[in-house]
C-alpha cells in the first residue's frame, strides 16, 4: 500500500516562497508519476504539477514561471517550490502518485497565503 507524507505548507505573505515536501513508501517510486493539486474552499481540486518518473514535467498555466516540481528517486520524495505567492494560491495541497491506473494521496497541507 502506497502512503504519501505531506509537508511543508504554513503561512506566508504575498510574493513569498514555501516547499512543499511529499515523502513516498510502498511504491517502487522511479516508476510512478507524482503530482500535486490543490483544492481551495468551495472549488473543485485543481492540478497544479506532475512529473514522471523520467523527469517530464506539466505545469497549469497559473503556476507557469512562479511553481517548480521536482523529485528525488532515491529519498522517494517529490518537492513543489513555490515562489511568488499570491493569495489566489491558497488552498489544501496534495501529493498524488500515479502507477498504472491506481491513484493514492497525501492526507493534504495546508498553503495560506496573506498579507
Known amino acids: 500500500q502506497v502512503q504519501l507524507v505531506e509537508s511543508g505548507g504554513g503561512l506566508v505573505q504575498p510574493g513569498g516562497s514555501l516547499r512543499l515536501s511529499c515523502a513516498a513508501s510502498?511504491?517502487?517510486?522511479?516508476?510512478?508519476?507524482m503530482a500535486w493539486y490543490r483544492q481551495a474552499p468551495g472549488k473543485q481540486r485543481e492540478l497544479v504539477a506532475s512529473?514522471?518518473?523520467?523527469?517530464?514535467?506539466n505545469y497549469a498555466d497559473f503556476v507557469k514561471g512562479r511553481f517548480t516540481i521536482s523529485r528525488d528517486n532515491p529519498k522517494s520524495t517529490v518537492y513543489l517550490q513555490m515562489n511568488s505567492l499570491k493569495v489566489e494560491d491558497t488552498a489544501v495541497y496534495y501529493c498524488?502518485?500515479?502507477?498504472?491506473?491506481?491513484?493514492?494521496w497525501g492526507q493534504g497541507t495546508q498553503v495560506t497565503v496573506t498579507s
Open positions: 498524488n502518485h500515479r502507477m498504472g491506473s491506481f491513484d493514492s
Open positions: 510502498g511504491t517502487i517510486f522511479w516508476l510512478s508519476t
Open positions: 512529473i514522471t518518473g523520467s523527469r517530464s514535467t
